[in-house]
């Protein structure tokens, strides 16, 4: 069961998050916001809630081994060894978690900046189900969208790399996507 000292730590991390990036003033001609975090960002569903709930702020997302799905996540892989951290979504704590789920928040009528989603398909504690049904929902029946990109490694791990070639790999195809969606 979620703490109110739970609930006020996750609102906190995603409400820092977005009060960094709207620290520029955008009508003055200040550049796009880009959002991209590393892998290792403790809270994996910070980078998704920021896209999902002010995707005006952001040029550019990178979502790098993604935890979006906040009502299956104990059931995919180490998910619910995390259930005191995030919650139980089989419990009376959905009411609650349903508003930091960001698969569960995109909205087909908003416009999203380029997003670029990696994963692993060895991953064994993000499940690469996360990153696949995002994508699939972002498209939400249209043959394409524009800017919605992803890559999943078949050989990396947690991660989404098992070693230094492949996150060499991963960082190029990151900088490249950077690169060619904030040039517009």
């Not at 892989?77 to 960001?102: C, I, K, N, R, V």
């Not at 692993?120 to 249209?142: C, E, F, I, Q, W």
């Not at 992803?150 to 960082?171: F, L, S």
């Amino acid at each position: 069961m979620l703490t109110i000292f739970d609930e006020l730590h996750i609102e906190l991390h995603i409400e820092g998050l977005l009060c960094r990036c709207r620290a520029p003033d955008r009508n003055k001609g200040d550049v796009d916001q880009v959002l991209g975090m590393p892998w290792w960002i403790q809270w994996r569903s910070l980078v998704g809630n920021a896209l999902v709930q002010r995707p005006d702020l952001f040029g550019a997302v990178v979502c790098q081994v993604p935890l979006l799905d906040m009502r299956r996540y104990s059931k995919l892989l180490a998910g619910a060894s995390w259930m005191a951290e995030y919650g139980d979504p089989d419990t009376d704590d959905w009411e609650y978690m349903q508003h930091f789920s960001p698969y569960h928040m995109v909205d087909a009528d908003k416009t999203y900046p380029a997003v670029l989603f990696t994963t692993s398909t060895r991953d064994d504690r993000v499940h690469p189900a996360h990153a696949r049904k995002m994508v699939y929902k972002m498209l939400d029946g249209k043959e394409s969208r524009q800017g919605l990109f992803y890559y999943e490694n078949i050989e990396g791990g947690h991660g989404g790399a098992a070693d230094a070639d492949q996150r060499a790999r991963v960082t190029a195809l990151i900088y490249d996507f950077m690169s060619k969606a904030l040039s517009d």
